[in-house]
T-cell receptor
Framework: GESVGLHLPTLSVQEGDNSIINCAYS??????FIWYKQESGKGPQFIID?????DKRQGQRVTVLLNKTVKHLSLQIAATQPGDSAVYFC??????????FGAGTTVTVRA | GAVVSQHPSWVICKSGTSVKIECRSL??????MFWYRQFPKQSLMLMAT?????????EQGVEKDKFLINHASLTLSTLTVTSAHPEDSSFYIC?????????????FGQGTRLTVV
């Protein structure tokens, strides 16, 4: 798998490997974070969320890690598949579920 | 469940005309809907929050007279781009949260591609 220490706009990963997508957020008071997947020409699709009272949350093939000390969020995708190719955004809740989105990372899966 | 539908999916209009985009929650009631704009290869930017039965609240820098929002029912919010210009061409996306249910995510529509010629 590939590990991305800083946010990069693009990530190329071999099919079957693990992917790690990073995101830095700005507001230390943010209490809720979400990862979205967006395919070309479509709206964002919910992947997984995490609240600030947690450090880690797992879903199906995905894990979100939250490091509040450095205001860092990551999304790990296990056994990346061609269908995982998309743009991934992290979002933080500014309050009342008004979301502030990160810049996005384009993931390309190589066969 | 939790489906949000936008109409139209894409629209082309002439400069100076107005265009209306609808956002519907199909299987739940939404007190609050959000409108975002996304330029090519960029992130989503919140434009305004639409509240059923009251005036929308706009983000800083978003002209309320240009982007008219109406949230007349618990299942429908509309965004009207008035006197559209080519720089208004963008991908407009709405999201909706379920009424009276705490701690739920907002569900996104499929987006509307607006092209002003």
């Amino acid at each position: 798998g590939e590990s991305v220490g800083l946010h990069l706009p693009t990530l190329s990963v071999q099919e079957g490997d693990n992917s790690i997508i990073n995101c830095a957020y700005s507001n230390s008071a943010s209490d809720y974070f979400i990862w979205y997947k967006q395919e070309s020409g479509k709206g964002p699709q919910f992947i997984i969320d995490i609240r600030s009272n947690m450090d880690k949350r797992q879903g199906q093939r995905v894990t979100v890690l939250l490091n509040k000390t450095v205001k860092h969020l990551s999304l790990q995708i296990a056994a990346t598949q061609p269908g995982d190719s998309a743009v991934y955004f992290c979002a933080e809740n500014r309050g009342d579920y008004k979301l502030s989105f990160g810049a996005g990372t384009t993931v390309t899966v190589r066969a | 469940g939790a489906v949000v539908s936008q109409h139209p999916s894409w629209v082309i209009c002439k400069s100076g005309t107005s265009v209306k985009i609808e956002c519907r929650s199909l299987d739940f009631q939404a007190t609050t809907m959000f409108w975002y704009r996304q330029f090519p290869k960029q992130s989503l930017m919140l434009m305004a929050t639409s509240n059923e039965g009251s005036k929308a609240t706009y983000e800083q820098g978003v002209e309320k007279d240009k982007f008219l929002i109406n949230h007349a029912s618990l299942t429908l919010s509309t965004l009207t781009v008035t006197s559209a210009h080519p720089e208004d061409s963008s991908f407009y996306i709405c999201s909706a949260r379920e009424y009276r249910v705490m701690n739920t995510e907002a569900f996104f529509g499929q987006g509307t591609r607006l092209t002003v010629v």
